[in-house]
């Protein structure tokens, strides 16, 4: 496996590549690899010649300094997982090789999709995601590039971005990778004490009963309130539950408002912020 450091040196291969016609599959991370991520590759691998992927966290998606500083950064597990589940090149670039002395998130105009849940609640994060992946998929050129629906806003957000700026790569959205327990996997769930880990697959049983509740004829308005009773009852504090149409991802009051649906949950461990969601 290929590291590099340097935008030049990676395009000078990826130039190669290109010539002969070779597909390349890209998995932009932040670090602190898991599960989650090599099943990513893992779906790379299968479609492309070759997969890249990235570690590097992009300060201009955290509106939070603190939690910017926090990130786990775990660079000599990462690579050893890499090599151990044959990717082929990683680019692992310093903020100056991306950035711009100063430089900020590029503003976007996202409509309705930046407006709502974890854009509301974390502002601006959703243009330093964009800002970053599109100065990855430049300099990256993949045929195809892969993200976990766990992050589904951000996918969608990515899906837009690619679309304004009409750039020439696929977005595969790849299903959630769950622990045997139904806990959706996240490099959070390292900071979970046992108990918490204990608890956790607690939130993907209530989006399970969720749907199962959907199936017998249940409306949007009587589910939401199933989950925050559920909640209510559960060693979790509910950050919030939304119901959506997955293109918009503005909330329905009714199931036949969208074709496609699906529901979102942010709840708290402690101090440890948990994301999942179910299609409806
Ligand atoms: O999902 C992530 O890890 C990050 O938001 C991404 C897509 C790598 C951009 O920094």
Do not use: W
């Amino acid at each position: 496996m290929d590291i590099f450091n340097e935008k030049e040196k990676l395009t000078q291969t990826i130039i190669e590549l290109k010539k002969q016609n070779k597909t390349i599959g890209f998995v932009p991370t932040m670090g602190a690899l898991h599960d989650g991520h090599m099943s990513l590759l893992n779906v790379s691998k299968a479609q492309n010649d070759y997969t890249i992927v990235s570690i590097f966290v992009n300060p201009t998606q955290f509106n939070n300094p603190d939690d910017l500083k926090k990130y786990p950064r775990t660079e000599e597990k990462d690579i050893e997982l890499l090599i151990k589940n044959g990717c082929d090149f990683v680019y692992m670039p310093s903020v100056s090789d991306l950035y711009e002395e100063n430089e900020k998130a590029k503003h976007y105009d996202f409509g309705t999709i930046d407006k709502v849940m974890e854009g509301s609640s974390r502002p601006g994060h959703f243009d330093g995601v964009a800002t970053v992946v599109s100065k990855l998929f430049n300099i990256v050129q993949p045929t195809k590039a892969y993200f976990g629906e766990k992050d589904f806003q951000q996918i969608r957000i990515i899906q837009e971005m690619v679309k304004q700026e009409k750039l020439d790569v696929e977005i595969v959205p790849v299903s959630i990778y769950r622990a045997v327990s139904g806990l959706a996997l996240s490099s959070r769930n390292a900071r979970l004490s046992s108990k918490q880990l204990n608890d956790a697959p607690q939130i993907y049983e209530i989006l399970s009963k969720a749907v199962a509740l959907k199936s017998e004829g249940k409306d949007v308005a009587e589910i939401k309130h199933f989950v925050e009773k559920e909640f209510a009852q559960s060693p979790f504090e509910l950050e919030y539950f939304e119901i959506t149409n997955e293109e918009t991802l503005l909330s329905i009051e009714h199931f036949e408002e969208a074709k496609n649906v699906r529901g979102f949950v942010v709840a708290y461990a402690g101090d440890i912020r948990l994301i999942d969601n179910i299609k409806f």
